[in-house]
Nanobody, 124 residues
Framework: QVHLVESGGGLVQPGGSLRLSCEVS????????MGWYRQRPGKERELVADVTTGGSTKYAASAEGRFTISRDTAKNTVYLQMNSLKPEDTAVYYCHTNAAHYSADAWVYGTDYWGKGTLVTVSS
């Protein structure tokens, strides 16, 4: 199967920055999209940003202008650079990918994979 492991979360003061990383590993796979979701206290999980195989990016309105998503194809890794952090950014951030993988001598398309999450706390 495909595994996603996030890192980079932690405690930061308002206005500070953090860089999240997510490495994808496992069996043979082809990634269609990679992205970051977050779940803030008392709220549902929501999309923060994602990037397609063609390099197209998408951001939530709350993240646009402050966050930057990037992808290192050779390393199967996606990053989220978070600047000008606000207390409302406090959340568990989850890495996500939609990918095809090779299993039982056949390709399986359009499967969603999730990391376990990394906690980001923005507080003074």
């Amino acid at each position: 199967q495909v595994h996603l492991v996030e890192s980079g979360g932690g405690l930061v003061q308002p206005g500070g920055s953090l860089r999240l990383s997510c490495e994808v590993s496992g069996s043979i796979f082809v990634i269609q999209t990679m992205g970051w979701y977050r779940q803030r206290p008392g709220k549902e999980r929501e999309l923060v940003a994602d990037v397609t195989t063609g390099g197209s990016t998408k951001y939530a309105a709350s993240a646009e202008g402050r966050f930057t998503i990037s992808r290192d194809t050779a390393k199967n890794t996606v990053y989220l650079q978070m600047n000008s952090l606000k207390p409302e950014d406090t959340a568990v951030y989850y890495c996500h990918t939609n990918a095809a993988h090779y299993s039982a001598d056949a390709w399986v398309y359009g499967t969603d994979y999730w990391g376990k999450g990394t906690l980001v706390t923005v507080s003074s």
